[in-house]
C-alpha cells in the first residue's frame, strides 16, 4: 500500500518532469497529479533530491522496458534490432509531435553541472543505454554483419550521444528530420567497412 | 551610453544562463552582476523573454566569432579546418572542466518545448552552425578531400546534432572523451568513401 503511493509519486513526477524539467516541477504540484494528499511526500522521501533521484532509477526502468523486447528478439539479426530501437522512438516521438525527448538526456543537460549525485547517476543511465548497443553490436560481430574491427564500445557510446543531440534538435524544429538522420548516418557507419574507428580507445588525457 | 548598459546586461545574463540554465537565472542577479542599478532592466528589455531572446542572438555572435576564423583559414584544406574547429572547442572544455556545454544546445533542451518564440531562434542558430559546416564541406568536395556524393547539408546537420549530444555525454561524464569520440566518428565518415549517405534528403513525412 506504501510503496503503491511511492510509486503513483514517481510515476506522476516523471510525467512531469519529463515535459517541464526538473527545477520547474513542484512538489505540490506532483502530489496533486498523484492525487496523494498534502504533506505525505516527506514521508516517502528524505528531500526533492532524494525524489528525484529515484525518479531517474523509473526513467532507466521504463526505457528498459521499451527497449528490451526489441534488443532480445532473436528472430531478428541483430543490426535489425537496432534499427527497430530506432524505428521504435521515431514512432514514439512522432506521436509525441516531436516534443519531450529523452528524460535522462533532458536531466543531463539540466543537472549534469548542477549537482553530482545527478550527474553519476545520470551517466550511469546513458551507460546502460549504451551497453544495449554494445551487447547488439557485439552480436553483429559475431554473426558477421558488421566490420570484425569496430570498436564495440566506442560506437555504442556514439550512438547513444548522437541520439540524444538529434533529439535536441528534434525539440526545437519540431520535426522528426533529425531522428531519421541519425538512424541513416549510425547505419551507414555500422555497414561502411576499413572505418578508421577499429584503432584504439579514445585517450582522455589529451586531444592530439 | 544607453548601447553600453544594454551590452553589459546581456553579456552578465549570457553568462548566468550558460552556467545555470534561463529559468534558473534571475533578473535581479543579472543586474548585480552587470553591476547596472536595480530597475533599470525594463528600461531596455520588454519583458524576460525579450532580454532571453537578445541573449540567444548574443551567443550567436559569440560562436561566429569563435569558429569564422578558423572556418575562413585558407592556409588550410577545408577538412582540416573542420578538424581545428572540433579541437578548439575540446581546448575550450578542458579549461571549463568539462562543465557549460553549448549554451544554444542548453536552451534547445530547457526551451524547446516551452517557448515557440525561443525553439525558432534557437532552431535559426542551430541551423546557422550547420551553414559553416556545410560551406567548408563543399569547399571539401571541391577541393576533392571527401567523396563527391556526400550530402552537405545533411552531414553538417549530423554533425551538430552529434556535437551536442556529445557536450551532454562530456558534463555528466566530467570527461572529454565524448567530444573526442565525436571528432573520431565525423571525420571518419567524412574520410570512408562509398556512403549510403549520398542517397536523396530525409524525408519528414514517414519513417520508411
Known amino acids: 500500500m506504501k510503496q503503491d503511493t511511492k510509486h503513483k509519486i514517481i510515476e506522476a513526477g516523471a510525467r512531469i518532469i519529463h ?4 527545477y520547474h516541477t513542484g512538489i505540490q504540484e506532483v502530489l496533486d497529479a498523484a492525487g496523494v494528499p498534502k504533506g505525505s511526500f516527506y514521508f516517502y522521501f ?19 522496458g521499451m527497449v528490451d523486447p526489441i534488443a532480445k528478439n ?4 541483430p543490426l535489425k534490432r537496432i534499427e527497430k530501437i530506432f524505428d521504435y522512438f521515431i514512432d514514439l516521438f512522432q506521436g509525441l509531435n516531436y516534443t519531450c525527448g529523452c528524460p535522462i538526456g533532458n536531466l543531463s543537460q539540466e543537472m549534469g553541472d548542477l549537482s553530482q549525485a545527478f550527474g553519476s547517476k545520470l551517466a550511469a543511465s ?6 544495449i548497443y554494445k551487447h547488439l553490436l557485439d552480436q553483429a560481430k559475431e554473426e558477421k554483419e558488421i566490420s570484425q574491427g569496430l570498436n564495440t564500445q566506442e560506437t555504442a557510446e556514439f550512438i547513444v550521444s548522437s541520439w540524444h543531440g538529434s533529439l535536441m534538435k528534434m525539440k526545437i ?3 522528426i528530420a533529425p531522428l531519421k538522420l541519425h538512424k541513416q ?3 551507414d557507419i555500422l555497414t561502411v ?9 579514445v585517450s582522455d588525457q589529451s586531444n592530439e
Not at 515535459?19 to 526538473?22: A, E, F, N, R, T
Open 173 to 175: 524544429s519540431k520535426s
Open 193 to 201: 567497412g576499413n572505418h578508421s574507428l577499429v584503432s584504439g580507445p
Open 185 to 187: 548516418f549510425i547505419l
Open 74 to 77: 532473436k528472430a531478428l539479426p
Open 126 to 131: 546513458v551507460d546502460d543505454m549504451a551497453q
Open 46 to 64: 528524505k528531500s526533492k533530491d532524494d525524489f528525484g533521484l529515484q525518479v531517474i532509477d523509473f526513467f532507466n526502468s521504463m526505457y528498459l
Open 19 to 22: 515535459l517541464k524539467g526538473y
